[in-house]
């Protein structure tokens, strides 16, 4: 039933063909970037499948032994890393790892252990520029480069971290489309523009020598997804630059839901969430710790093929073989 639901929610929004403003098929041009080895992100929604994009190493993970040394199991780090490829393989999303640390030591060895464990492209992520610039560093110098996305290009984004990244060789990087000045939907385009004479992140990245820009519209709490999803319609229709979000941050937060409503209808909504930035357009989806994968995984996938399905109708083909739409019937 709940599927029905979906695709007759699709389906009634594909067929305003004439409206200007048309759910999941965008008039501005769509730029589509390659991250790593044919990860292919951006584009019309239906040309290719969602990324996800999974979490690890992150604060209170328990395969992390010791965060400030980089200490971890890597067998089970390895495991996890494996199902995801294997998930991948069997559903046709293409899969990023999240590297997360505080620590720019410990972020420099994940880097290491994925690099030898995994072709999957990675993001860089650290909560300041003194953990994410020596990180950045690391794998300009190792050349993993063209699987590395910088996380992130923000408002507090000041010229020293702007010129590191130039010098560094930075290509990929996710701008974080956000502000306390700029909560609703539309004030996320002013971050990412300008706005009172500031330049936007926009032109910081061109600036840092960015070349793929990835929008995270950022979800900061359970209410802010549809906001969230909103903004990622306008990147795409405005800009026609890939984007998405982490809905994840806010679903797992969300304790009454599991006590309100038990775990089978939680882990439901923490799927719904998901399935809300892919039918505004997302490109992207931050959908949690890598054990989520077992979920997110088959969700995303069939949500992309029902999109690949009803796109057709108006000349939207998916470009890529392994697309979700050739896999999930």
């Given amino acids: 039933m709940i599927l ?33 080895s ?3 992100v951006g ?32 067998d089970e780090a390895e495991t996890l890393i494996q199902r995801t490829e294997e998930l991948s393989d069997k ?8 590297v997360v640390s505080s620590n720019a030591e410990a972020l420099i060895k994940y880097i290491d252990f994925i690099a030898d464990v995994t072709d999957q492209p990675f993001l860089i992520d650290g909560p300041s520029p003194s953990v994410r610039i020596p990180a950045a560093r690391h794998v300009a110098e ?11 290009i923000d408002e507090h984004t000041g010229v020293d ?13 996710m701008l974080l489309a956000f502000s306390m000045k700029k909560v609703w939907p539309e ?21 840092a020598g960015i070349t793929n820009i990835l929008v995270d519209t950022a979800v900061l709490d359970l209410a802010s997804v549809g906001l969230a999803a909103k903004a990622v319609y306008l990147v795409k229709s405005e800009l026609g630059l890939p984007a998405g979000c982490g809905p994840c941050n806010a679903s797992t937060t969300w304790a009454k839901g599991k006590e309100k409503y038990g775990e089978v209808a939680y882990q439901a909504c923490d799927s719904a969430v998901d399935a809300v930035i892919q039918l505004n357009g997302g490109d992207f989806v931050l959908y949690g710790p890598i054990r ?27 470009k890529v073989k392994n697309h979700p739409i050739y896999k999930v019937w």
């Fill in 187 to 207: 004030g996320r385009i002013d971050v990412l523009k300008g706005y009172e004479g500031g330049e936007g992140l926009v032109e910081l990245a061109h600036q």
């Fill in 142 to 152: 190792v050349g993993l480069m063209d699987r590395a996305v910088y996380n992130s």
């Fill in 4 to 36: 029905n639901y979906i695709n007759n929610y699709i389906m009634r929004f594909s067929f305003r063909t004439e409206m200007k403003v048309k759910l999941l098929k965008f008039d501005r041009e769509q730029h589509v970037f390659e991250i790593g």
């Fill in 292 to 318: 989520e994968a077992e979920r997110a995984f088959p969700v995303c996938a069939l949500i992309d093929a029902l999109i690949a399905y009803t796109n057709k109708r108006y000349g939207v083909i998916p």
């Fill in 43 to 74: 584009g019309q929604p239906g040309e290719y499948p969602t990324v996800l994009i999974g979490s690890i190493f992150y604060s209170g993970h328990k395969i992390v032994k010791n965060h400030l040394k980089g200490e971890f199991d890597k």
């Fill in 38 to 40: 044919g990860v292919m």
């Fill in 91 to 98: 559903v046709g999303n293409p899969h990023v790892l999240d």
């Fill in 161 to 173: 971290e702007v010129k590191a990244l130039r010098e560094i060789g930075v290509k990929s990087s």
